[in-house]
């Protein structure tokens, strides 16, 4: 029995990248530029984005039948019996044993840990998730107590009539829940599934709106066993790989499964909106190429961590008065959780393992070099915000980031172009941009306003000088700034250009802008503007 988490990296999305030298290395979504959607995720891209959310996993490897495991997720870290939240839930196909829905649905709120596990292991789960609520201090007098248990079934991997999970397990997934980074993949309840007849498992992933919009945080953790037509990011995997359903008349099964999905947000929803919210995540499961099959339990929850809506004593004791979002404030929010259930789909996929299990049989973990090759070599078709392909760009109607040290205005997103992207830098009087390099771009900058020093090197820099009409080629991998030691403004035209095809790990200039917020200590929403 494990319970251990699956090593992240220290990039601003923890997940280890892709080794190329490795031949079956998994890494998360984005390490291979899959980054669907327009909203930019929290600093974990994780549904523990979400301040107070905390997940824990226990995974049982045990012999050669045993591959089944637990997965606990809990809204906050008080008493939540007493301090309960608003949640709500929705079903796409109800072939599943979801615990506690009714009582979730009539009166709209949470009071446990939401335990995810195996099929027939949910009664264990909610005799522990009960245990451990009537345990809590506070709760002496309590008689009724609604626990959250939900499932899918792993009985292609697993000896599910074993019945291995016990309810101590589940307690020690409960007791082991943690804020932070989660593992992902082939752990905890992802342990047994499948999902598009590839190892499926756990993922997770988040998303932040603007400050303009509230700076509300949406993370979502799914249970991947599901099948259909494998789709990431448009592109026909499923197809491609030769393994889907419906191919060559293939038996039901393989669009057979279910999928559970858990949705959190710090934005103050009702309980009414959080159902809406819970809704819009099939959507995102669509996306991927979900059947929504006549077998599969498909079933989100949705809850709000917000101290606003969240429904105390005192408030559940007499007429309360509660400040939460209006109807059309959500709207933002649906997108979040749309985008963010599609990510945590393609994690689960990414980060799990090949695994043999139940008499043998064996499971292969989605092959991730053909997509990763297949999303680097495709041209932006489409503009990130819609549209149709653009060929012309605006230097004036752009996004600006106004770092403490300089401001660089996109002018054309490396997720618009194959190896390229363009900006316009502005420098006021004195500024600078740190002395720093780019060990895998070349940089091209034209030089439009104002006169400056060119460094390169480090101690014993080299100097130029540099003025409007000059052309300056920075080679990879090259220290090197551009000091503004005059009294008027300078404007250059930076072109970065990468090698082969633009970063896997950062597909996006807000990706990479974000991690450098998070190293330098500076605040992303200040950073970023708009014109």
């Excluded at 139940?358 to 915000?385: K, V």
């Excluded at 060990?439 to 400056?452: N, R, S, V």
């Amino acid at each position: 029995m494990t319970g251990s988490c699956v090593p992240l990296g220290g990039n601003p999305y923890p997940a280890p990248a892709c080794d190329q030298q490795m031949p079956g290395a998994r890494c998360r979504a984005r390490s291979l530029g899959i980054a669907p959607g327009v909203l930019p995720p929290g600093p974990l891209n994780a549904i523990t984005d979400v301040a107070g959310v905390k997940v824990g996993h226990v995974t049982l490897i045990e012999g050669t039948d045993v591959r089944t495991g637990v997965t606990a997720i809990l809204p906050h870290g008080d008493n939540l019996f007493q301090d309960k939240v608003p949640a709500g839930f929705a079903v796409a196909n109800g072939f599943g044993k979801l615990v506690g829905s009714t009582q979730l649905a009539e009166l709209g709120e949470i009071e446990t840990p939401i335990v995810l596990t195996n099929t027939l292991a949910v009664p264990a789960a909610a005799e522990a998730v009960i245990a451990w609520t009537l345990s809590q201090p506070g709760n002496e007098k309590v008689v009724s107590v609604n626990p959250i248990a939900g499932e899918t079934n792993d009985s292609r991997l697993n000896d599910i009539r074993r019945r291995s999970v016990t309810p101590e397990i589940v307690l020690q997934a409960i007791v082991n829940s943690h804020a932070g980074e989660v593992a992902e993949g082939t752990t905890g309840a992802g342990t047994g599934t499948v999902a598009f007849g590839w190892k499926g498992g756990i993922g997770t992933s988040s998303r932040r709106l603007p400050a303009a919009l509230g700076s509300y945080t949406v993370g979502v953790l799914v249970q991947a066993n599901f099948g259909g037509v494998l789709q990431v990011m448009g592109l026909p995997v499923g197809q491609a790989l030769g393994r889907y359903y419906l191919r060559d008349a293939v038996s039901e099964r393989d669009a057979g499964g279910s999928i559970m999905i858990v949705a959190a947000t710090d934005a103050p929803l009702s309980d009414r909106n959080l159902t809406r919210l819970a809704r819009r995540a099939f959507a995102g499961l669509a996306r991927t190429g979900a059947s929504f099959s006549d077998g599969s339990g498909d079933y989100a929850i949705a809850f709000s961590t917000a101290e606003a809506v969240r429904r105390t004593p005192l408030r559940r004791s007499k007429p309360a008065t509660v400040t939460e979002l209006p109807n059309p404030l959500v709207s933002p929010l649906f997108e979040a959780v749309i985008e963010a259930t599609e990510e945590a789909i393609y994690n689960a996929l990414c980060m799990a393992t090949t695994l043999t299990g139940y008499r043998g049989a064996t499971i292969e973990a989605l092959p991730l070099e053909p997509i990763a090759e297949s999303i680097a070599q495709r041209p932006a078709q489409m503009h990130p915000q819609g549209g149709k392909m653009r060929y012309v760009f605006s230097t004036t109607n752009t996004t600006r980031y106004r770092f403490p040290t300089h401001v660089n205005d996109l002018v054309l997103d490396r997720s618009e172009a194959t190896v390229t992207e363009v900006f316009i830098v502005v420098l006021d009087p004195g500024e600078a941009p740190p002395l720093h390099r780019h060990p895998d771009t070349e940089q091209i900058f034209y030089m439009l306003e104002g006169e400056a020093e060119l460094r390169i090197g480090a101690d014993t820099a080299e100097r130029f000088r540099v003025k409007p009409g000059d052309v300056v080629r920075i080679p990879p991998d090259t220290l090197h700034m551009i000091v503004n030691d005059g009294a008027t403004p300078v404007r250059y035209l930076s072109i970065d250009a990468f090698p082969g095809h633009r970063p896997l790990d950062e597909p996006t200039w807000d990706d990479h802008v974000r991690g450098n917020c998070a190293a330098n200590g500076w605040d992303y929403d200040s950073v970023r503007q708009s014109r």
